[in-house]
């Protein structure tokens, strides 16, 4: 269940409502929108909303670019075991290929860690760099979140 205040600050909200988009139920812009609306507390001041005439324009609401699924994601969290099972003389250049499938190598390390959530893109980018190395190995994590990704 989504609450007013999981909402991060600034976030955009989308006020097209069921009558105008079919997909208004799952989308977390919708949602947004209306648990605001039907907020009983002090109205914000300011709201960072979807152009509505942007979205009247929009020639297939299904295929909306702002469109955000409500449903959670499996996150990876920790990969502190993720190459204990490569041979030793293979595992430094599968761990440098593998730092590549994150914007920066701060985030590997706060991912190895678990300081930092790992995606399903990134996971999906390690598995690649496991198949590609033709050993057979599946990543393990040390476990799995399910989050909202706004």
């Known amino acids: 269940m989504i609450l007013k205040q999981d909402i991060p600050h600034g976030y955009a909200h989308c ?5 105008c988009c079919p997909k208004a139920n799952s989308c977390l812009r919708a949602i947004a929108a209306k648990l605001l609306t039907e907020s009983e507390e002090l109205q914000p ?4 909303t979807v152009n509505a005439i942007y979205v009247e324009q929009l020639s297939d609401l299904s295929a909306c670019p702002l469109y955000r699924s409500s449903e959670p994601l499996r996150y990876a969290k920790g990969m502190t075991h993720l190459f204990e ?36 893109e990134e996971q999906r980018k390690i598995a690649n760099v496991f198949r590609a190395s ?15 990704a706004w």
Do not use: M, W
């Not at 006020?15 to 009558?19: C, E, N, Q, T, V």
């Open 15 to 19: 006020f097209a409502g069921k009558d």
């Open 45 to 48: 001041q300011t709201v960072n």
């Open 85 to 120: 099972d490569f041979p030793l003389k293979d595992a430094h250049s599968i761990r440098l290929r593998v730092v590549n499938c994150f914007s920066c190598e701060r985030y590997f390390y706060h991912c190895r860690k678990g300081d930092r959530l790992i995606s399903p």
């Open 134 to 148: 033709g050993f057979g190995i599946v990543p393990k994590f040390d476990g799995f979140e399910y989050v909202i």
